[in-house]
């Protein structure tokens, strides 16, 4: 199959609005040359910007409101109609309990929005029995933002973690996250058993962010 990436571009200014769709373009360009699928995270307020110009977006949240009162969240009916292809959910710098994850994949899967669900650890896997969300992340918050990768960091939870993952929701596609950064990086967690990872910072805050993404792009080959 081929490695997905998803780029999460958080809150980061080098990437808001419109520079955010030069490297968004560039990214997508860069994945099309290499058989890679990448989808991007904008920030949640620019995510119609970046629809409407054809990108595979991911919203960064979805809240598990259908209420049309409910004012300041993000509902999957909205997101639907601001032309998502998917949602990340439970994203470590924003939490959702085990009711709302379980709302929102069975929720976005009836809307046909793709859902990636971040764990942190190995015990949150259980949520997820009988759900099957497209995509399951592991990303350890402590590693988020920093200079070791997960696949070096935790080589052995790695492991695990996708071994449970085979048993808890056996149709997910396996991602990890936090700290990757080079292609021997992605290396590491290819050989680990992942087929994908979410970054964010080795990217978009790299020097030359496309060099940067060919690097990751790199170790999955
Ligand atoms: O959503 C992915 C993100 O949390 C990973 O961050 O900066 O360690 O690649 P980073």
Same mark, same amino acid.
């Given at each position: ?21 030069? /490297? ?5 360009? &860069?994945?099309n040359k290499t058989n890679t699928q990448i989808f991007i995270a904008p920030q949640l307020i620019d995510t119609s910007l970046f629809s409407a110009k054809g990108l595979k977006v991911f919203a ?13 969240? +993000? ?10 292809? #998917? ?13 709302? +994850? ?8 009836? &809307?046909? =929005? ?12 259980? =949520? /997820? ?14 590693? =988020?933002?920093?200079?070791?990768? +997960? ?5 052995? =939870? ?6 449970? /993952? ?26 680990? #058993? ?7 910072? #080795?990217?978009? &805050? ?7 993404? &060919?690097? +990751? ?5």
């Amino acid at each position: 199959m081929q490695p997905v990436i998803i780029l999460n571009f958080k809150n980061y200014r080098q990437v808001a609005g419109e520079r955010g769709i030069l /490297l968004a373009t560039e990214a997508v360009e &860069l994945a099309n040359k290499t058989n890679t699928q990448i989808f991007i995270a904008p920030q949640l307020i620019d995510t119609s910007l970046f629809s409407a110009k054809g990108l595979k977006v991911f919203a960064q949240h979805a809240d598990s409101v259908s209420n049309e009162r409910s004012t300041g969240k +993000v509902t999957l009916s909205n997101l639907k109609q601001a032309g998502v292809v #998917g949602t990340l959910v439970n994203h470590s710098e924003y939490p959702q309990s085990a009711q709302d +994850v379980r709302e929102i994949v069975e929720g976005a899967a009836r &809307l046909g =929005i793709k859902t990636c669900v971040c764990t942190p650890d190995l015990d949150t896997l259980s =949520i /997820l029995e009988g759900l099957e969300p497209d995509f399951v992340a592991y990303e350890p918050p402590e590693l =988020i933002g920093g200079n070791i990768s +997960v696949s070096k960091a935790r080589p052995e =939870i790695l492991t695990r973690f996708f071994g449970l /993952l085979d048993n808890f929701s056996p149709s997910s596609i396996k991602l990890c996250g936090a700290g990757i950064k080079t292609s021997e990086d992605v290396k590491a967690a290819k050989l680990l #058993g992942a087929q994908g990872v979410l970054i964010s910072s #080795g990217v978009v &805050l790299a020097e030359t962010p496309s060099s940067a993404l &060919l690097s +990751v792009i790199d170790g999955f080959f």
